[in-house]
């Protein structure tokens, strides 16, 4: 059978970049009924409740169980087609105002014109600004959404089953229930399955659990001597715990077995969980502010555009031209490149990121990421290295011996059973001591293997030179302890002389001492403060006996001499102390959420930087109101023994209490919160329904890469609002000018043709601020959306344009005498450059808080587009195109005034500028 490379990946499990994944997961999965019965049943009794046999089934009845229970597949989110997500780029607020307008201009410019009369310049204008913000949008999304099916690792994973008497290989997609299955170390649990026969079997469950220590199952739990345990009890309070049961996507360390299929698809535990993830994902921060925001400026819109419409029917009498008038102001009002401009902000911090070897799969959870002002995470895997290391070796007063490292070193080198994680560690740790010469001096004689109900396993080995056996036990001190009638009373000069040469051992053996009641209750204490600590803590304890060549037996695990102790520890990733205190300086609460408990988790966060002080457990969630929750989860740094249902939970508590919440897990029980944080982030070597749930995907396994992800984020986010805010100033400003000029002038300000084209090449000009470069000052802390501070700043900046524009007006009409209806196109050629010009020199007044060009200069694409939009609106009035929608050429004098009006304009914005963010605050 071929291993899954990362615990659950099998054809069909895609991770869709594009997608969204809906709030559903408010419960626990339950295992199948049946699946419940048949860990009570006998193993006749199961096979015939499935209406199948040891040799497994027929074709036929494959066949026909196939089209009654479908393929073995969990559900899965499939990305749309490329022309689906092309309609969709169509889709929004935006564009419709787009599309009512260019149907009433076809009627006006059209079908109501005399044929002399009938034009589509307006109609071109209008389908070119939403071709193009539409294309650049769908080209952003679609490429981001090819990068995310690039990453997935295609595995085809197959599992041994029974048929018809032999075995064959086949997709485990093909299993049904009833199917029989073999399964040895190193594969995939391929569906949930009863187990028949099994062999020394650990099975790690951490996909589903979160718990790195594999658990022992066996086919007939009263089976096996000194292991009974009543299953009964064992399926009222955690299915996973059935111990002749396994789990879909769970993983063989060690042993085989022989299974019977049970549940398949989405009706095992599995397929149950990733069923409850798949659908549509409920609106992040991100959403919601873009909403906010749209809604503001169409409401403006919609105020806006009847008022201008009746003002000039009003004083001009022409209606009609009254009516293209005011359809150009609200083309003039409509942010269209809104979607493009935030698509391109999005998409061009996405490549950034792919840079750092991160995968964003949802282009949105990047501005999440720079919003985030707490991010929970998982501990397994993500704040630890997921690798159990030997933290201390020590004799029972605490203090650090060789002696009891030498022990335990021979106790995990000479078994032959389950080499689990903590074995490989004092392997590791004894080799990298010098101790691997301890294999030359003994030889092997008998081994009492380890289980989950003894929690300790024993090895009998025969120094050198000597007639006695050595036996050295190693387990759970609350196992070991009381099979102990002495205990070692060395200290470090004496260590060497423990294990040899022989003419020393009895001196050795003369200096244990009795365990006593105060010993005993000393050796507890200690123990448990290493376990405060964090520290997984194993005894270690030994015992001579007579050289005989016999099998051992339990019963000789007695009377024995307690080395010391040996404590282990999942440490934390190099880079999770830098990163967390990195994320805190930017503004970002760190929290825990695990399913590990409290102690380890507790030594995990003091060694990262985070206040231990304060722990909810699982167990208490459940009897909290979502009000009350809220509050103590805002003041909570660690959730310990949380399930998949309650890590959900506390982020939604979170959530309601206004803050954007990402979370970082990569099992299977964090899948539910992944999805329904602002940002689910995980890593590469996730489970993959992990991987779907999240947004952002580390490809390195570097937590920095999330304090640069958190600036990333801010920079796209600030580049938005850039835009947000200018359009929005800018467009108030141009619509207040309009009002002015409509109530005084006896003529047009300027034809709607013309405030067509004006608005097109300001539009133009903002499509290179996604390469805007952000100041520093700025990505210091969160940023969300406030639509309520994007109408105070439109309302009192915009007007500042007015004010240049009106004295612009002064200028055509009493300098130049622009001031009758024969010669309006001059007064509209002069209003509609330096309606441009400072249109554009925006961009440069409002991208920054400082003073533009001298303290914070933009990138050179947007200082080389600005200028280039500004000398085609200088040109214009000289061409072809200026005479043929208008224009009149200007008097070079012109240029001296237009000069100081664009200066004037300048320093009043910076003015205005610095009074505003020493009143509010703020900026951008």
């Known amino acids: 059978m071929i291993a899954c490379l990362h615990g659950c990946a099998w054809e069909g499990l895609l991770m869709n970049g594009k997608a969204a994944l809906k709030n559903t997961a408010k419960k626990e999965p339950v295992v199948s009924k049946l699946l419940a019965e048949s860990s009570k049943m006998s193993i006749p009794e199961t096979l015939e409740t499935l209406n199948t046999t040891e040799n497994g089934l027929s074709d036929a009845e494959v066949l026909a169980r196939r089209g009654q229970y479908g393929a073995n597949e969990v559900a899965h989110e499939r990305p749309d087609s490329w022309y689906m997500q092309l309609a969709q780029s169509f889709v929004n607020p935006f564009i419709g105002v787009l599309f009512v307008l260019i149907l009433i201009s076809l009627f006006t410019d059209v079908l109501l014109a005399a044929p002399e009369d009938r034009t589509f310049k307006t109609i071109i204008v209008l389908t070119t600004m939403i071709t193009i913000s539409a294309l650049l949008r769908f080209w952003q999304e679609f490429r981001s959404g090819q990068a995310a099916e690039a990453l997935k690792a295609m595995v085809r994973t197959t599992a041994t089953v029974i048929r018809n008497g032999q075995p064959e290989e086949i997709s485990i997609t093909e299993l049904v229930p009833g199917d029989i299955v073999r399964v040895s170390a190193g594969d995939m649990i391929p569906a949930d399955v009863r187990l028949l026969t099994s062999k020394d079997l650990f099975i790690s469950q951490a996909v589903l659990t979160g718990e790195s220590i594999p658990i022992e199952k066996y086919d007939t739990l009263g089976a096996v001597a000194g292991k009974s345990v009543s299953s009964g009890k064992e399926a009222s309070t955690n299915p996973l715990e059935l111990g002749n049961i396994a789990f879909m996507g769970t993983n063989v360390v060690s042993g ?27 609106l992040t921060s991100f959403d919601k502010g873009i909403n906010k925001v749209s809604w503001v400026l169409i409401r403006f819109m919609v105020v806006m555009v009847p008022i201008v419409f009746l003002i000039n029917g009003i004083t001009k009498g022409n209606w009609m031209d009254a009516l293209l008038f005011a359809v150009s102001v609200a083309v003039g009002l409509t942010p269209e490149m809104l979607p493009m401009i935030v698509t391109a902000n999005l998409a061009r911090g996405a490549m950034a990121m792919a840079r750092r070897k991160t995968i964003v799969k949802r282009l949105n959870s990047i501005q999440n990421f720079g919003a985030m002002d707490i991010l929970c995470t998982d501990k397994t895997g993500t704040l630890t290295q997921d690798k159990i290391i030997l933290e201390r070796h020590l004799n029972i007063y605490g203090v650090t011996n060789v002696g009891v490292l030498k022990y335990a070193y021979l106790n995990s080198f000479y078994q032959t059973g389950l080499k689990n994680v903590l074995d490989v560690a004092v392997l590791r740790y004894g080799n990298e001591h010098e101790l691997h010469e301890l294999k030359n001096n003994y030889r092997k004689v008998d081994e009492i293997p380890f289980d989950f109900v003894r929690r300790r396993m024993s090895v009998i080995v025969r120094p050198p030179e000597t007639n006695r056996n050595l036996l050295v036990c190693k387990g759970a001190v609350e196992e070991v302890l009381p099979l102990c009638s002495e205990a070692d009373d060395l200290d470090n000069t004496e260590e060497k002389n423990i294990l040899y040469p022989a003419e020393k051992r ?155 919440v990402g979370y970082m897990g990569d099992g299977i029980n964090d899948a539910a919160a992944l999805r329904d944080a602002d940002v689910g982030i995980s890593v590469d070597t996730a489970v993959d329904i992990a991987k779907e749930a999240a947004d952002i995907i580390l490809l390195e396994k570097s937590l920095m890469v999330l304090e640069e992800g958190v600036l990333e984020g801010r920079k796209t986010f600030g580049n938005i609002i850039k835009y947000v805010k200018m359009t929005a100033s800018s467009n108030f400003g141009n619509v207040f000018s309009v009002l002015i000029a409509s109530a005084f002038l006896p003529f047009l300000p300027m034809i709607a043709i013309q405030l067509l084209i004006q608005n097109l090449l300001y539009d133009i000009s903002q499509i290179s601020i996604p390469w805007d470069n952000v100041d520093k000052e700025y990505m210091e802390k969160p940023r969300r959306w406030e639509a309520g501070g994007i109408v105070r700043f439109m309302t009192f900046i915009g007007p500042i344009s007015s004010v240049f524009d009106v004295t612009t007006f002064c200028l055509m009409w009493y300098v130049f005498g622009a001031n009758k209806p024969e010669i309006q196109s001059l007064f509209q050629s002069g209003w509609f450059v330096e309606g441009l010009l400072s249109q554009t020199l925006i961009v440069h007044m409002i991208r920054t808080q400082k003073v533009p060009f001298f303290q914070s200069m933009p990138a050179l694409p947007v200082l080389m587009l600005t200028l280039a939009i500004m000398a085609i609106g200088i040109y214009i009035p000289f061409s072809p195109l200026g005479e043929s929608i208008g224009l009149a050429k200007l008097p070079i004098t012109y240029f001296l005034w237009l000069f100081a009006t664009l200066l004037g304009y300048c320093v009043m914005t910076q003015t205005v500028k610095t009074w505003y963010i020493r009143k509010f605050g703020q900026w951008m």
């Not at 007579?546 to 282990?568: C, K």
């Not at 890590?647 to 206004?658: D, E």
């Open 506 to 660: 009895e001196a050795v053996r003369s200096t244990s001492v009795k365990l006593n009641t105060e010993k005993r209750k000393t050796i507890r204490a200690i123990a448990h403060e290493l376990n405060k600590e964090g520290l997984r803590v194993l005894a270690v304890a030994y015992k001579w006996v007579a050289a005989e060549e016999r099998t051992y037996s339990v019963d000789d695990e007695s009377d024995m001499v307690l080395a010391g102790y040996i404590a282990f520890l999942d440490p934390p990733k190099e880079t999770a102390l830098t990163a967390i205190a990195a994320l805190r300086d930017h503004g970002v609460t760190v929290k825990i959420i695990t399913g590990d408990n409290e102690v380890v988790t507790r030594k995990i966060c003091k060694e990262v930087g985070l206040d231990v002080h304060h722990i909810i457990m699982g167990k208490d969630i459940d009897a909290l109101g979502d009000a009350e929750l809220a509050a103590k989860a805002e003041e909570t740094t660690i959730f310990a023994k949380m399930s998949p249902a309650q890590k959900s939970r506390i982020i939604r508590s979170l959530q309601s209490l206004g803050h954007t």
């Open 256 to 282: 085989s077995a022989t299974a019977l299929v049970i549940a398949t698809g989405s009706e095992a535990y599995f397929g149950k969980m990733a069923r409850d993830i798949v659908g549509k994902r409920p």
